[in-house]
């Protein structure tokens, strides 16, 4: 974790988690105590920092900022630290006022961000240009969040306990380990820049790349495995590949010299079973990377029966013996 943050190459790193409740907020608060030279900020892609839980009620940590961090906020966030901040700047994003703060005093408080992703990263290129050397984003493994972006230099994923029994979570670890071991596809700067910008399939046939007209797989099936039966080379998928698509398309892309190229390996949400299936029978590629480089365990479960952190740890650790796993009081 050490060398992770200290990195000056890793500029924008996001939190992610793998449920609800898997204890980014903490995770972040451990972040900020013990690199505490660094120039940072923080923001978060929805609203982080609560005071209590909204389901359960139950109190939760807000972020806790030293005196010269950089925060986004909103206007009653604001309001509440008076002299406490300092504002940096303010933009308008979709009709919400948003503030670049920056803490003069130790202070606890909410985090939060643009919607909308473009607006995210330029929430980030600002914070750059007012100085973090380090941007700190609250995220979410979703294929439209700006954590699975390609100006994302590095993932922290927060694994806890909330998420269901030790069974459930060690698969859960292991569908995101192969997802972020698929490789990168090779491909022309030229082709790589098409693909990327791409909003519909495309086929490869021989050496050229043809556009298909079709958004997404989900309801054209039928056309797709007209595709396929055609033996092309390769075929590029912007968005999600599902269970239900996998039982459908399986077959007809079980091919060695076929290739599936995925904008973003979370576009893959298959289970566990399905997933090794088709890792197994074709070969899989994405254009942006799954860009997972830490993992931080939180054995605490909100709105579960207590576990033995002990046994927590050991458990995953136990399972996963080539990755290292930080606790988040350990860190």
């Known amino acids: 974790m050490k060398k992770l943050i200290s990195t000056g190459a890793i500029k924008n790193i996001a939190l992610v988690g793998i449920s609800k409740n898997a204890g980014k907020t903490s995770l972040l608060n451990s972040i900020l105590k013990d690199f505490p030279r660094l120039s940072r900020a923080v923001m978060s892609t929805g609203i982080d920092g609560e005071s209590e839980d909204r389901v359960f009620k139950t109190p939760k940590p807000q972020v806790h ?3 010269g961090d950089m925060f986004c906020c909103d206007a009653d966030t604001l309001s509440l630290h008076g002299s406490s901040v300092s504002v940096l700047h303010s933009s308008r994003y979709s009709g919400r006022k948003l503030y670049l703060a920056k803490a003069e005093a130790d202070l606890d408080t909410q985090i939060t961000g643009p919607s909308a992703l473009r607006y995210q990263r330029e929430m980030i290129d600002v914070m750059h240009r007012l100085g973090a050397k380090k941007v700190f984003v609250d995220g979410s493994l979703d294929r439209k969040s700006i954590a699975l972006d390609d100006s994302i230099d590095a993932l922290i994923l927060a694994i806890g306990a909330s998420f269901g029994s030790p069974e459930q979570i060690i698969g859960e670890i292991l569908r995101l380990i192969i997802l972020r071991d698929i490789p990168v596809v090779k491909l022309s700067g030229y082709r ?3 693909l990327k910008q791409s909003r ?17 797989l989900i309801n054209n099936e039928k056309k797709v495995l007209e595709l396929l039966d055609k033996n ?8 999600s590949f ?3 698509l996998y039982e459908k398309l399986s077959r007809a892309m079980a091919r060695p010299d076929f290739q599936l190229i995925l904008r973003h390996p979370e576009c893959m949400k298959l289970n566990i079973g399905n997933l090794k299936k088709l ?22 479960a909100t709105g579960r029966d207590p576990i033995s952190a002990d046994r927590f740890r050991e458990d995953i650790r136990t399972a996963f013996p080539q990755e290292t796993f930080y606790d988040i009081m350990e860190i």
Not at 232 to 239: G, S
């Open 279 to 300: 890792q197994k029978h074709t070969k899989l590629n994405c254009l942006i990377p799954f860009k997972l480089a830490a993992f931080a365990l939180n054995s605490t």
């Open 65 to 67: 900022l030293y005196r």
């Open 242 to 244: 599902t269970d239900f």
């Open 192 to 194: 790589y820049k098409r």
């Open 232 to 239: 092309p080379r390769a075929l590029f998928v912007p968005t």
């Open 200 to 216: 519909t399939i495309l086929v490869q046939a021989g050496e050229r790349w043809q556009d298909t007209g079709i958004a997404s």
